[in-house]
Structure formats: C-alpha cells, structure tokens
C-alpha cells in the first residue's frame, strides 16, 4: 500500500496541467470544446471535471445541467497545492443539446469556455498496433469511410509520447505526466492525425483513427439498433495506442508490486512509459468502459519477456504467469488510480499467425514442437484475466478470434469488422450488463457475447465427452482455405491438432512434446435445446487422457463455431474436474450457521459500508474483498464498521424456468454466497440491495411478485441485510394496494429464514417521510427506513436530508411514550464523508450530525485511497459512541436561530445521564453561538463538564455556568457532551 499512496500523492493532480505559481484556472486538453462527458443518467460512473487554480481561491462552473434546477453553478475550493475536482450531477434529458462551460475564479484574471459539450459514454481505447491501426488501412476501409457520418460520435486522440518512471537519476522529466506533452498536440507531420482536441466523427476525420475503436462504436449502435442518442447520449472515443509495445509500458509503477516476487520486474525494467505519458493524464477523466488490444509484442522473441527472465535475479523465472500478471495488474492499477470503481475493461485475444505447423517459422522462434513460438502460451494468459472464482480480475470480456488469422498481414487481421462486432458483444455483456440480445426475455445464459465454452471433460471407456456451454449449433469451422498443399487432402478439421491430450496431470503445458493430438475425424456433436452441447472423441487404444488442450498453435486451423459466429478459444481442462458455471443452481447452497447480528436485530443504528455512493455500478468482487480488508487494516471494523453491502447492480436477470435472481456473472464470478462466507469469516456481515418494484433504479431485476423465491434465495447466500428500493416497473401501489406488502412480504420470508438458520436478516427499506400514515405502522415493517432524497456529495443535499429527517424522531419511539423503539432507525441515506464535493469541515458536520440523529453509519467512500482526515473523522470513538448509544435517542433541534434558521443546536439524551449538544453553523461565515444548559434538560445551577467530542478532551472541571459559547465556523459544527455532576 505504501506504493499506492505514493502514486496516489504523485496523481492527484493527474489530468491537470502543471502551473507552479501561476494565477490562473488551468485543465487538461481533454476538456476542450466538442467533449463528451460520461453521463451519469444510469449511474454506470460519475462524471467529473477537475483542474488547478489559485491555492485556497474558489472556481465556479457555469452552463452545465444541474439536477435540481437548471442555472445553478458548480462552485469548488482549490485545496493548498491549487487542485480542484467537481463531481457533475447525473444527465437526465432525453434529447442531449450542447453545453457551454464557462469557468471562472475568484482570484485567477483568466476565464475558460468549452463550447459544444454533449453527455454520453466514453470509451478508452488503448493499446498496440491492432489498436493504432487506422480505419484508412483495414478490407473495407474505403467503404467505411464513405458511411462514417456519425456526428453524435467523437473522437479524441492521444500524442504519441513517452515518460520513465523517476528511477535511477532520469531528472525532473519523468513519472506521470500531469498533461499531454504540449510539443506534440496538433497534427502529428507523420501520420497527419489531430491529436489533443475533440472531432465529430466524418469521413474525413475517422481515416486516421484506430479503425478497432471506431468500428466498435458503430458495431455498438449496430446490433442493437440504438441511435447514438439513446445509448445515454453521444459517443466519445479516446485513442491511446502505440506500435510494438510490451504490457508493462502501459502499466502505472504501482502495478508492479502487484505480481508475485517470482514474476516481479527488476527495477530498470519498469518503464510505465506510455501509462505515464498517454494514460496518466486521463485518469480521473470518466469513462464507461476501456477497450484493450495487445499482447504481440510480450508473444514473440522480440518481446520482452525474454529479457525480463534473464535479467531478473531470481533465476527461476515462470513465464506462465508473467503476462497474466502484468496484464491483471495494469487492469486493477489503471481502476484504483482512476477513483470512481472498477470499470468495465474489454480486450481482444491474439489472432492466429502463421507459424511451424504451417510451414511457416515467422518469428525466428527457436521454441520446439508444432505449436511454434509464444502465441498459444500469450493468449491462454490473456484469458486467465477473464473473471472466475478467486482469481484478483473482475469486470473483464475478451473477444476471440482465433479464427480471424491474416496469412497475408500477421499479426494484423485485416477484418476489423468482426473483431469490432466481437469487442461490441463483449461490450454490452461486461459494461452494459446485457444477458442477452433478446430483451423480451433476458434470458441469463444466452451466452450471446461468447463461443462454445468449456464446462466439463470426461472419459467414457474410449470416448472423451467434451461439454460446452454457449454452444448453440456448434460445428467444426476450418481457419483457412485447406484446399492447398497438405491439407487438401484431408481438410484442417480432420488433419491438425485442434484437440490434444496429456497422459500426465503434472505435464508441463508449454511443453508440446508431452502433448498428443487427439483425431477428430470420428468427432460427434449432440446439441441440446438449453444451449449446450456434448462433442464425443475417440481417444487411441490403451491411451488415459488426464488433461486436454485446444487449439493450442500459433495459427490453429480449426476452431468450434456456434451460431452466433462466434468461436472458441484456447483452454486446458483437466479430465473430469468440471468448470464452474454461474448458473442460479450454484449461486445458492445449504444455509450456512456462521454468526450473524444479535436476535433484537439492529438494536444500535448499522455501521459499515454501502458501495452506492463511490462505485454506483462499478462494484464487484475484488472491491468488496479489498473494502473488507481496509476496514479491518484502517481499524474502521474494530470500531463498529462490520456492515459490507453491495447496492444496486449487482443482479442481472432471472432464471428463465425458476425465476431466481442471477448476480452479473462478470462481476460476481464466485457467486454472492462466497462473497458471504468470504466476509463472515473474517467477522463482516453482508448485505445486498432490492427492489418492492419490477425494477431496480438500473433497470435491473427487482423482486415485484419475487419476494417468496427471493428471501429464500437470500437466506441461502447468508445476508445479514437486504435494502428494498422503489424505483421503475410495475409495482403493488400500480394495481392500488398498499406499498408495504412486498415488506411484509420478505419480512415472512425472513422469519423463516431466522427459524431455519437462527440468523436474522436486517431489513431497510424506502421510504417513509411523514410522522402519519406511514410514520403510524412504519416500525412494524422495517429496522430502517428512507426519510429523503438520496444524498449527494454536497452541502445544500446535507442540509436537505438533514431537515427532512431530524422532525421524524418520533418515528423511532414507541407511541406516546418518547421512549426510543430499540432496532427501528430514520435514516437519512448513507455517508458522503470522504466524497468530492464537500470540504472537510463540512465532512466533519456532516458526519456528527449522523451520530445525532441516530443514524446508520454506512461508509460511501473509497476507502483504499481515503485521506487520513476522512478516516480520522469516519473513526471519531466519541462520536459513534453518541451514535451508538444504547438508549437509541434520536437527537433534535433545541434551540436555532430565530429570522432564518441559518444556526441550531441540536440536543441528544445518552444513557448515562449525560446529554449531547451539536452547534450547527448553517451560514456562510463564522458565528458566535451559545448554548444554555437549559436547552439540553439541564437544570440551570446543575454543575456540568463539558466535554469536546472532537478533540477526545474535557474543557475544564465542572462548571455551573449556564451557558457555553463558542465560534462555529461556516458549515461546521461543535460537538459537546454536557455530563451533570453534583458538585462543582
């Protein structure tokens, strides 16, 4: 961690363009007129604008839309090194116009425009020579140009540039560049591209762009028939691409620790140099997913994988993992730098090149045997970084072409086309969380985006029974036309090495001498209606296959094709060990009896964390485990934090034949019962997020007429917590009955499950804001409810649901006593603390005011790269003492400002006997305010000691003076504990 809070200091101002003294706004080339900012319209990443300024001067952004009304600006604080960061407010107009940008400074002369800004979703392009090459240059290339007036697209390219990491004396010129090297934004004299500045997309303006890039955009709007409009708005395409590069030249320098100390990269061999001169100045700059192609250069002797084996002095260097590594470390690297979660990232597979099987030795490999070179090893590596159960990668696709060899151009498929329609299929599966192509029915295992996959290998006897899923009408498919030399004979599917077998389960699978070719001229194939198919192989006589390999050449000549046209890829299974299959079957098991919350469930408010706020849709497994193990290192936990639950986006159709709910396959591989027993074993307790409607705020499933199968299905995954939405869809209230039944309903099922398991289940659920009607029966429905508005990361949205929640108290008290209901909690939505948007003054009021009001404590900030301050105040004892008191007493106001409510005080009463005082500075400068013991149920002439709750520290001994006053700065608060004592 020690080297990602080093880069986290060297990046904050990544993005932004280096001003040293001077007095102006500055921002990076990337905010220039015609950009295309990520909407946050379906809550897939935030959207953020950011630059320097004067140190400690305020900058203000005017012209963008706002949420909740139009002509409100934007206005930030420059922190002491004159960084600025504005998180923008969700894009929600269906017909997207341009924006004006107009920023300004209270102390900076100067005034930046950007004209005809647009919302819509960015993509990052990013990689080698597949990447760089130009639309111009690829079969069709000339026809696509003539089509390409796509005006709602935008293209952005990045200058070609490199930067070293700052080792071994280089001087000032190293490290991540904080903007695009001004000397080359313009038009580049070699390949007279415009770089450092957005174009719409026309014929004239995409001849020189990555043709990949481009074309998947297109294929994007193509297959499913979207207008660019209605894919969230426009389309920005940002090119960052470079000819024969290695991995680790895209790598940020922490990345580097990530991999095990056998694969570790010897210190001069750490180059980062295209991260940090193309992809560091980006990062922070939204995007909805990036799209990766590369891997030639770390495939052959001209790689650098070579030179990194010898060098490195551990002697004993596995080739095996070296890419995988780099390449699942350069994916996490580039997320925990960009700071809004774990986006989708999409790659391509190697195609096929020739090599020994054909004839063909293109490398001047000096590797034995008939697979040739390093290419067959490089693209297993590259899948190894797709998602599965334990592995540290999630949120990734890869589009295969192991059919898409160019005998004439290697290793440069000329049919950008195909590989653009795979990356778009892998696109909507990964990013847009698609299951299928067939809205009407979402069907989770249509397996639209992916070939034929292996599921399970098995020997019968004679016969090896392959079984593959995303198999519908799978047949052989050759590569190439075998109708020459050699094959013409036979055909490649009956002649090559498509399948081979191991004897020995410890065999080295580089090794192509330990490997025989299995013949597939017997082969059958029986397909099923389920999408599934069984291929049968005749194995030769006396023969005990262990494992099995395919297409494992450098340019295999057959492939298994389904109906999609979309192909196999490379893979060795061991002989009847099963792959695991996210299916609904294996996401539930039998309950497990691990400890959960007490039997009076939620008897203080719940602390822990909600992925909402930071990740919105970018969670998955690895942030959760990495949110638990930061917990538990920061000593949040051991301070009550023990709640880890994923909100909206996690779940993703239902089984078709069951109707269970199916978690995103891409993001969740393990499943969420592993995710809760992960989290149970190390003393967390998890919960997971609903919907009473047809759906969730994202669209996806909600549990509308499922709450029978889902509580069950949720007591099978070990949740400790369920939040229950409203959102869209059809709903109890549409068909006029009451808007608690789907409560009531999973509050049965839970019974049931506590019954079963002796584990009560949490149960939080939106919304009540009234103290009639609903307030009357509210408690008897939930632990917790929604008293407002979803808070946002700003001081107007704190103040907001601090008023809608603070009258409410008597929501949480049993009726006609004002005594405090233990495990019935307003809630006021989860915290900001740690956020863009508020300053740490207001964090801190933000936060005690919570503990106040007797609220949830759910952390809603990125706590690997939290500050210090925000730890420091999410940790405040005193403060979660006064949260967590036992006598549940939600804190008011008691005395406030008489002309314009711009101060209060709020009082809470504390099982000891003591009582809590909140100072509350609502205005926009420092005050003098005054508390009267009187105010807070003390007697006047009762000595007190007073206690500051910040500084952990009494403020002298017992006093009977019946007043405090202090200065309370703008938007901040003093926090006190008033104890009575009997004598002074």
């Known amino acids: 961690s020690t080297m990602v809070e080093k880069w986290q200091a060297v990046l904050m101002a ?40 004067v140190p400690g001067e305020t900058v203000t952004i005017t012209g963008l839309p706002r949420r909740s009304a139009q002509g409100i600006p934007y206005p930030v604080a420059t922190d002491s090194t004159g960084a600025w960061k504005v998180q923008l407010d969700p894009y929600q107009e269906t017909t997207p116009p341009t924006y004006t940008a107009t920023l300004t400074g209270s102390i900076s002369k100067n005034t930046i425009v950007i004209r005809e800004i647009v919302y ?108 660019a409009t209605e894919i969230h708005g426009h389309i920005g395409l940002i090119q960052a691409a470079v000819d024969e590069t290695t991995v680790e030249e895209w790598m940020p320098e922490a990345a580097f620790d990530d991999c095990s100390p056998h ?26 997913s990036a ?61 096929p090149v020739p090599g020994p099987e054909m004839g063909v030795n293109t490398f001047n490999t000096s590797h034995p045997g008939p697979s040739g070179g390093n290419w067959p090893e490089l693209r297993l590596q590259q899948a190894a970084v797709l998602p599965a159960p334990g592995l540290p990668v999630d949120t990734t696709g890869m589009a295969v072409i192991t059919d898409l060899g160019d005998t004439n151009a290697p290793p440069h498929p000329m049919n950008k086309t195909e590989v653009a329609r795979r990356l778009a299929l892998q696109l909507l599966h990964v990013a847009y969380a698609m299951q299928s192509l067939n809205t009407s029915t979402m069907d989770p295992y249509d397996g639209f985006a992916d070939g034929p996959t292996i599921r399970s290998a098995s020997v019968n006897g004679s016969t090896l029974n392959l079984e593959f899923i995303y198999a519908e009408g799978m047949a052989f498919k050759p590569t190439f036309d075998c109708g020459v030399g050699a094959y013409a004979k036979a055909g490649c599917c009956q002649f090559d090495r498509t399948f081979e077998m191991s004897t020995v389960m410890e065999s080295d699978w580089r090794d192509d001498s330990a490997w025989d070719p299995i013949p597939v001229g017997s082969a059958e194939i029986v397909r099923s209606g389920t999408g599934t198919a069984k291929l049968t192989l005749s194995i030769p006589a006396g023969q005990a296959p262990q494992r099995i390999r395919h297409v494992h050449q450098m340019y295999p000549q057959c492939v298994l094709q389904n109906t999609r046209q979309l192909v196999s890829g490379p893979f060795i299974i061991n002989v009847t060990q099963a792959e695991h299959v996210v299916t609904a079957t294996t996401q539930s098991a039998s309950p497990h009896t691990l400890k959960g919350p007490p039997v009076g469930v939620a008897l203080t408010p719940p602390m822990g964390f909600n992925s909402w706020n930071f990740y919105h849709c970018n969670i998955d497994e690895r942030a959760i485990r990495q949110i638990a193990l930061t917990l538990k290192a920061s000593g949040l936990a051991a301070k009550g934090y023990t709640y880890v639950n994923i909100d909206d986006c996690w779940q993703v ?33 998890f919960g997971i997020y609903t919907a009473a409607h047809g759906s969730t705020c994202q669209s996806r499933p909600g549990s509308y007429l499922y709450e029978g199968i889902d509580s069950a299905t949720y007591c099978d995954y070990g949740i400790d917590y369920l939040k229950i939405d409203q959102c869209g869809g059809d709903s109890y209230e549409h068909h006029h009955q009451d808007k608690n039944i789907s409560w009531l309903k999973f509050q049965a099922g839970f019974r049931t499950c506590l019954a079963k398991t002796g584990r009560p289940i949490v149960q939080s659920v939106e919304s009540c804001s009234t103290v009639t009607g609903c307030g009357e029966w509210i408690a008897n429905c939930a632990n917790l409810w929604r008293t407002g508005s979803d808070l946002e990361a700003t001081w107007g949205s704190i103040m907001k649901n601090l008023d809608q929640t603070a009258p409410l108290y008597s929501l949480a008290e049993i009726s006609g006593t004002g005594t405090s209901r233990a495990g019935h909690w307003n809630d006021p939505d989860m915290l900001q603390v740690g956020n863009v948007g508020i300053t740490l003054t207001e964090a801190k009021s933000h936060f005690a005011l919570w503990c106040f009001l007797a609220a949830p404590l759910l952390i809603g900030t990125d706590l690997h790269t939290a500050s210090p301050e925000a730890i420091a105040i999410l940790g405040s004892v005193e403060l979660i003492a006064v949260d967590q008191d036992a006598l549940g007493f939600q ?50 002439g009762t000595p007190v000691v007073f206690r500051d709750l910040w500084a952990e520290k009494d403020l002298g001994p017992a006093t009977t003076n019946p007043a405090y006053t202090a200065l309370v700065p703008s938007h901040g608060t003093v926090a006190l504990m008033l104890t009575p004592t009997t004598h002074a």
């Open 263 to 288: 694969t570790a990269i010897p210190v001069k061999q750490r180059s980062s140099q295209r991260f940090n001169a193309m992809i560091a100045p980006l990062v922070g700059f939204s995007i909805k």
């Open 291 to 351: 799209l990766f192609y590369q891997g030639e250069s770390d495939a052959g002797p001209q790689a650098s994988v070579t030179t990194l084996c010898n060098a490195s002095a551990q002697g004993n260097c596995d080739y095996t993992d070296l890419y995988t590594c780099r390449f699942g470390a350069m994916i996490n690297g580039w997320r925990d730098l960009w700071g809004f979660g774990d986006f989708a990232f999409v790659y391509t597979q190697l195609a």
């Open 120 to 227: 819509g979703d960015v993509f990052l392009c990013g990689g080698q020579s597949n990447m760089n090459t130009p639309l111009s240059y690829v079969f069709n290339g000339t026809a696509e140009i003539a089509a390409a007036n796509h005006p709602n697209i935008h293209l952005f390219t990045v200058p070609d540039a490199a930067v070293p990491n700052c080792e071994g004396g280089q001087g000032a010129d190293c490290g991540p560049a904080t903007g695009f090297p001004g000397t080359s934004c313009g038009i580049d004299p070699h390949t007279n591209k415009t770089t450092c500045a957005w174009q719409q997309c026309s014929p004239d303006t995409v001849k020189d762009f990555s043709a990949v890039c481009y074309l998947t955009a297109r294929e994007l709007l193509t297959i499913r028939n979207w207008k």
């Open 653 to 685: 159709a239902r089984d078709p034949v069951t109707g269970v709910i199916v978690p995103d396959p891409a993001r969740f591989p393990s499943g969420l019962k592993a995710i809760a027993d992960w989290l149970h074993e190390r003393d967390f307790f």
């Open 891 to 940: 804190g008011r106001v008691v005395a406030h400002g008489e002309a314009d409510d711009s101060w209060q005080i709020y009082g809470k009463k504390m099982a000891s006997g003591a009582v809590g005082a909140l100072l509350l500075n609502r205005g926009t400068t420092p005050i003098n305010m005054t508390l009267a013991v009187s105010d807070v149920w003390i007697s006047a």
């Open 14 to 53: 990544v993005g932004f363009i280096a001003m040293g003294t001077s007095a102006e706004i500055s921002v990076n080339q990337i905010f220039s007129d015609g950009m295309v900012i990520q909407t946050n319209a379906a809550y897939g990443a935030r959207g953020f604008m950011y630059g320097t300024a």
